[in-house]
């Protein structure tokens, strides 16, 4: 028995996207859902390790029905809707909406209905998991993989302000504001916390053993994603699968296209100087395109 009291390998084969905001991991899923070894649930993000091991508000009893009415009881269309698949969507909410939120809870979402090999979480919230969740989650897993993907970070955090005003509806406040409002905004702790690529390694690498972490580039997913996606399955240790063309081309979660300021990287010139050099310490090359 672990220290929770949960029998060792309770998860399974476990496969973690823990990505950087607006660095690539929502493409990933929309690819790599179509892999036949790859299970997801109707969940994208299910954030239960950040739940347990940061803020356990995170899936309240509140916030847990108000995506249950919001996602899956309120929206399809009773004249168009596949009953087969309401009926999943309604049994996977109710095993959602059990309490209490602990390991059996989150094992119980996963229901591997072709006996597929890795059970997948994608949470840009485990990107801030502290160093000692790592190996309890570990411990727990039969086999545990964990994917980080990190883009050029003046790039990624314009990226991010921008959705998350997008997503707020006050993204209109990007042509009223000044630098300094900008520059004070891109610096609350849960828009810049994904900007510490150099942190977020450290704890990962000093939580897991080497063959369970692998660091991605957005950029090398955009100029190679095949290669980039028989890399990810090679350290899964499953077969390569051939995606559509489409697919591999689309854009998912875009930004409003508005126009990155001049003063904008200046304004985090020595921020992201520091984040480089704590990537390259890590033993990772950043892409040609971070430097210029």
Same mark, same amino acid.
């Given at each position: 028995?672990?220290?929770?009291?949960?029998?060792?390998?309770?998860?399974?084969?476990?496969?973690?996207?823990?990505?950087?905001?607006?660095?690539?991991?929502?493409?990933?899923?929309?690819?790599?859902?179509?892999?036949?070894?790859?299970?997801?649930?109707?969940?994208?993000?299910?954030?239960?390790?950040?739940?347990?091991?940061?803020?356990?508000?995170?899936?309240?009893?509140?916030?847990?029905?108000?995506?249950?009415?919001?996602?899956?009881?309120?929206?399809?269309?009773?004249?168009?809707?596949?009953?087969?698949?309401?009926?999943?969507?309604?049994?996977?909410?109710?095993?959602?909406?059990?309490?209490?939120?602990?390991?059996?809870?989150?094992?119980?979402?996963?229901?591997?209905?072709?006996?597929?090999?890795?059970?997948?979480?994608?949470?840009?919230?485990?990107?801030?998991l502290p160093q000692e969740a790592w190996p309890r989650i570990h411990a727990d897993c039969t086999k545990l993989?964990?994917?980080?993907?990190?883009?050029?970070p003046v790039k990624r955090l314009w990226s991010h302000v921008k959705f998350h005003l997008q997503i707020t509806?006050?993204?209109?406040?990007?042509?009223?504001?000044?630098?300094?409002?900008?520059?004070?905004?891109?610096k609350l702790p849960f828009i810049w916390d994904n900007a510490e690529y150099g942190a977020a390694l450290r704890?990962?690498?000093?939580?897991?053993?080497? $063959?369970?972490?692998?660091?991605?580039?957005? /950029?090398?997913?955009? *100029?190679?994603?095949?290669?980039?996606? @028989?890399? #990810? +399955?090679?350290?899964? $240790?499953?077969?390569?699968?051939?995606?559509? /063309?489409?697919?591999? *081309?689309?854009?998912?979660?875009?930004? @409003?296209? #508005? +126009?990155?300021?001049?003063?904008?990287?200046?304004?985090?010139?020595?921020?992201?100087?520091?984040?480089?050099?704590?990537?390259?310490?890590?033993?990772?090359?950043?892409?040609?395109?971070?430097?210029?």
């Open positions: 028995m672990t220290k929770t009291g949960i029998q060792p390998g309770l998860f399974g084969h476990l496969f973690l996207s823990v990505g950087a905001m607006k660095a690539g991991t929502t493409w990933l899923y929309s690819v790599l859902e179509k892999h036949p070894e790859l299970h997801f649930t109707p969940e994208k993000e299910l954030h239960y390790f950040y739940h347990r091991y940061v803020d356990d508000r995170q899936l309240s009893d509140r916030r847990r029905l108000t995506l249950a009415k919001d996602r899956y009881l309120d929206p399809f269309d009773p004249a168009r809707a596949n009953p087969d698949r309401v009926r999943l969507n309604l049994h996977w909410v109710a095993n959602y909406l059990q309490r209490p939120v602990d390991d059996l809870w989150y094992r119980n979402l996963f229901t591997r209905l072709r006996g597929e090999t890795y059970n997948c979480d994608f949470s840009n919230l485990y990107t801030h993989r964990v994917i980080y993907t990190m883009r050029h509806g006050k993204i209109d406040a990007l042509s009223d504001w000044s630098p300094r409002q900008i520059h004070d905004f891109a704890r990962m690498k000093a939580g897991l053993p080497q $063959e369970c972490l692998l660091p991605v580039f957005y /950029e090398d997913m955009r *100029s190679d994603p095949r290669g980039v996606l @028989a890399r #990810i +399955e090679d350290f899964l $240790e499953i077969p390569h699968h051939t995606y559509d /063309e489409v697919l591999l *081309s689309q854009k998912v979660n875009a930004s @409003a296209s #508005i +126009e990155m300021p001049a003063h904008f990287g200046e304004m985090f010139k020595d921020d992201f100087a520091r984040i480089m050099d704590e990537v390259r310490a890590e033993g990772l090359q950043p892409p040609d395109s971070w430097i210029a």
